[in-house]
């Protein structure tokens, strides 16, 4: 092609062409981008339906105050000892049994009571020993609880025991308890029905205190 006399090259056709081409392109993109924002339905945002934690005010603690440091102890002054004068001559009256009068005696000590009211140590070198142990059995059997030895449940108690001149149990204490009540009443009765040879000290009768353990167990 030719234009004034001047004869255009390849390139410059194709310059000029896609120029115009382009200035179309943009045209119809322009319509295209106002057809779909005019026929297409708008866009709506959708509720994310963001939950935001409430804050909740916390009451600050009171001021704690730090008390002052305590004062300083001041040190104790240092004890001084008097001077005494002690004479060398000191004599010790004398003393003899004939001045001696139940005036200056000391009274005697209080009653402390019978000594089968609680345990306590009498000596003896002959224990006393039990005669009726068959009959203890069957009433150790009588006095064990219905419901503890049906359910199969024993125990151990150790008792003191006041065995009196004439072989009886006059007094009596549990020592050491099973740990069930029942059963410690129970022992307790088993024992007032039991007799003993009296005990001796020096080939004499004498009342004594003794331990003796009850048990009760299902056989």
């Known amino acids: 092609m030719e234009e004034t006399g001047i004869r255009l090259t390849a390139n ?6 896609s120029t115009n081409w382009t200035q179309i392109g943009l045209m119809v993109a322009v319509t295209l981008h ?12 959708a509720d994310l339906g963001v939950v935001v934690d409430e804050i909740e005010a916390v009451a600050l603690p009171p001021e704690v105050k730090i008390p002052p440091p305590p004062e300083q102890i001041a040190r104790p002054a240092t004890p001084r000892v008097a ?13 003899t049994f004939e001045s001696f009068t139940t005036d200056n ?11 089968a009211d609680r345990p306590s140590f009498i000596a003896y070198d002959t224990p006393p020993v039990m005669l009726n142990g068959g009959e203890i059995q069957q009433i150790l059997q009588r006095e064990y609880p219905r419901t503890l030895k049906d359910a199969g449940i024993g ?3 150790e008792l003191w025991l006041y065995v009196t001149e004439g072989g009886a149990v006059e007094n009596f204490e549990v020592k050491t308890s099973s740990g069930n009540g029942l059963l410690d009443e ?3 009765k088993v024992v007032q029905q039991m007799r003993f040879t009296p005990a001796k000290n020096r080939d004499k009768v004498t ?4 331990s003796q353990w009850v048990t009760f167990q299902v056989i």
């Open 12 to 17: 410059d056709q194709f310059k000029r062409a």
């Open 34 to 45: 106002f057809g779909l924002f005019v026929l297409v339905r708008p866009f709506e945002a």
């Open 83 to 95: 001077s005494v004068d002690i004479s060398e001559d000191i004599t010790i009256a004398e003393t």
């Open 105 to 115: 005696a000391l009274p005697p000590p209080p009653e402390t009571g019978s000594p």
């Open 155 to 157: 125990g151990r108690v």
């Open 186 to 188: 129970a022992a307790g």
């Open 207 to 210: 009342a004594v205190w003794v």
